[in-house]
């Protein structure tokens, strides 16, 4: 469920997630990437992804259940970062921090 | 002056400690707003939140329009009369004045801050809508370079007061251990309202505690019964986004359409078919690939379940559930005395969810839109009056040492009680179809549970902060329905099966007080002028 993967070997240890997650879901280590220590905390609100400078992380959009994902698969649909892209937090994609079409929606 | 407080045991001395005019205990938009406010006009200011100011709360994570309305008189009584029918005319235009005027002048300054507005064809900025995560996230910077010490993880439990002024408060320290105290001129309570964990975007965190801590010193609800919001979402997924719904039709499983179901008017249709059945979606009202496109970029997150489970929502169908949204998109929560957002209890000041909407809203708002103006507005005035008040003040905040209570074990799993009061607010044929015997049963079983828990203390730490969130749950429940019992007739969200029209006798707020007894007494609305709309 929720925050599934943490990909080890792109992790810098930063531990912002730890900071960031409202729910607290992680825990810093002394050493080493945090661990995910109450993933049944998690809310699946993805703040940890937007704000993982590394795209190291994953959540699984189910809240209510375990899925069993692996970094692997989540890298070969290439999915790491992509709602950091998609909202413009990916220095490849910062233009899209302007596109919030609200205003177009038809009424 | 050397008196000891109210609501602190002598046993532990507060791990951290300190002093400043203004607490502002939340970190979301209503937060952030008082601590600014408060900070201009030289108060000393200290922000605490229990998860982490900029992600934390129901708009971090989302994304909201705004009840942005620039100040022209004929678009301003539009925006005004939009809303009081569907409100069930409890909302008040001495209200909605000012909460506009201070929402176009806010919004207005987070465009001089960078804000990234849109810009339309004619190159015009668009500010109507802001999205939720680089919202908060020049929130956080703005109060960071206030000055405002930021004080993450830091979840408050009570309320200090001496005198019968509210002059603190003190909490735990979740990652760092120990308990923190805060001493304080005047406090604001912008915790945000409850939607008991049911997973609805970002909001698990909103677990009432303001409420209770508000209860708990004496502080008065209102509109509490305006507490029914649930929010469409995939069936396996949290985004409650409701608004894109507009564009989607309902299905059975063999996907025959439900007639009349829609996100705005039919939501109840769709919460009438899922007492027997399975409801699925598919957006294909959207029509065409340029509406597609918009849709995309107006709320990126809408699509990140489907896009993780390769579903098309504009052509696949997609099981959908409704997920309670409490108070977050409901209406009640503390009563304000004043424009200045005060309490009853003096020096206690509330803004944003924690508050009652009712003065703009009435008994029905929703998502968005109202609520992020609630938000900054009574922000605003909320931390410009605490600032006041306290610098009015002479060592308001010398009253000696204090301390926190050292929590006691009783042996209670808070998870148990946090499971049983869902049991009681979740199901739509409580709490979304009221009727004054499933009412009245669940309300015996909450207070029932109450008197074990009430009071109750927890040993561990870990246990001390779910159980003070099961506790604000549990007391939320029991103001909802209390009050839902005592209104009998339908108006606002408020649903009542065996009293299904509104009733003109009933135009008038319910305000509750007390947690262990709660008593109920009724407050006259002058909606000033308002235009009869035939329902």
């Known amino acids: ?107 | 002056m050397n008196v000891p407080l109210q609501g602190l045991d002598e046993t532990t001395v507060a791990a951290v400690e300190i002093a400043c005019d203004v607490l502002v205990i939340g970190g979301g938009p209503a937060g952030c707003w008082a601590a600014l406010e408060a900070a201009s006009i030289g108060a000393k200011v200290v922000l605490v939140d229990k998860g982490y100011c900029g992600s934390s709360g129901a708009t971090a994570s989302a994304g909201t329009q705004i009840w942005y309305v620039p100040p022209d008189p004929a678009e301003r009584e539009v925006a005004m009369a939009s809303r009081e029918a569907m409100g069930g005319y409890l909302s008040e235009r001495s209200w909605m004045v000012p909460v506009l005027d201070k929402t176009f002048e806010s919004v207005n300054r987070l465009a001089d801050w960078g804000y990234p507005f849109p810009r339309n064809d004619n190159g015009e900025e668009q500010r109507i809508s802001v999205q939720g995560p680089e919202y908060m996230r020049l929130m956080r910077r703005r109060v960071k370079n206030a000055g405002i010490t930021i004080l993450d993880h830091h979840p408050a439990t009570q309320l200090l007061t001496l005198e019968g002024r509210v002059v603190g408060a003190g909490g735990l320290r979740r990652q760092a251990g120990g308990h923190w105290l805060v001493k304080a001129g005047a406090v604001v309570l912008a915790a945000g309202g409850c939607a008991f964990m049911s997973k609805a975007l970002g909001c698990d965190v909103l677990t009432g505690d303001g409420y209770l801590m508000g209860a708990e010193v004496g502080a008065e609800l209102s509109g509490m019964e305006f507490s029914s919001a649930y929010a469409i979402s995939p069936a396996f997924a949290s985004v409650t986004k409701t608004a894109l719904y507009r564009f989607a039709q309902f299905y059975r499983k063999d996907h025959s359409l439900i007639e009349g179901a829609g996100s705005a008017r039919g939501r109840s249709i769709i919460a009438r078919t899922l007492l027997s059945e399975p409801v699925f979606a598919r957006l294909d009202l959207a029509g065409t690939d340029e509406v597609k496109a918009i849709l995309r970029r107006a709320q990126p997150n809408f699509f990140v379940p489907f896009d993780r489970r390769d579903i098309d929502p504009f052509t696949d169908f997609f099981e959908v559930k409704l997920r309670l949204e409490g108070t977050v998109r409901g209406t009640g929560g503390l009563r304000l005395t004043g424009l200045d957002c005060s309490t009853t209890v003096p020096g206690l000041y509330a803004a944003g969810d924690n508050a009652t909407r009712e003065p703009i809203c009435g008994g029905f708002t929703g998502g968005g839109s109202h609520n992020a103006a609630w938000a900054i507005a009574t922000g605003a005035f909320a931390g410009a009056a605490a600032a006041a008040y306290s610098l009015q003040r002479v060592s308001a905040t010398d009253f000696g040492p204090a301390c926190i209570a050292l929590p006691d074990t009783k042996g209670i799993d808070p998870a148990e009680i946090i499971k049983a009061v869902q049991d009681e607010v979740f199901p739509l044929d409580i709490n979304y179809f009221r009727t004054h015997s499933a009412l009245l049963a669940s309300l015996k079983r909450l207070d029932a549970l109450w008197e074990n828990v009430g009071r109750a203390t927890a040993l561990n730490e870990d246990h001390s902060l779910n159980l003070r969130q099961a506790q604000a749950m549990l007391a939320t429940a029991r103001f909802m329905y209390r009050a839902a019992l005592s209104r009998t007739e339908t108006r606002g969200m408020h649903r009542r099966e065996d009293y299904p029209t509104q009733n003109p006798d009933q135009h008038h707020r319910l305000i509750l007080s007390g947690l262990d007894h709660i008593a109920v007494r009724q407050e006259a609305v002058d909606p000033g002028a308002y235009k009869e709309a035939a329902e």
Request: charged share 25%; with cysteine; glycine share 4%.
């Open chain 1, 1 to 107: 469920m929720m925050i599934e993967v943490l990909d080890t070997d792109t992790c810098t240890d930063c531990n912002l997630c730890v900071q960031v997650c409202p729910t607290n879901v992680f825990q810093a280590q002394p050493e080493g990437p945090p661990l995910i220590k109450r993933q049944d905390a998690c809310q699946t609100c993805f703040m940890c992804e937007l704000y993982c400078p590394v795209d190291a992380l994953y959540v699984e959009p189910d809240a209510d259940a375990v899925h069993g994902l692996t970094v692997e698969g989540v890298h070969e649909r290439q999915l790491f970062g992509s709602y950091r892209k998609a909202i413009g937090w990916h220095k490849d994609t910062r233009h899209r921090r302007l596109i919030d079409d609200h205003f177009r929606l038809p009424q």
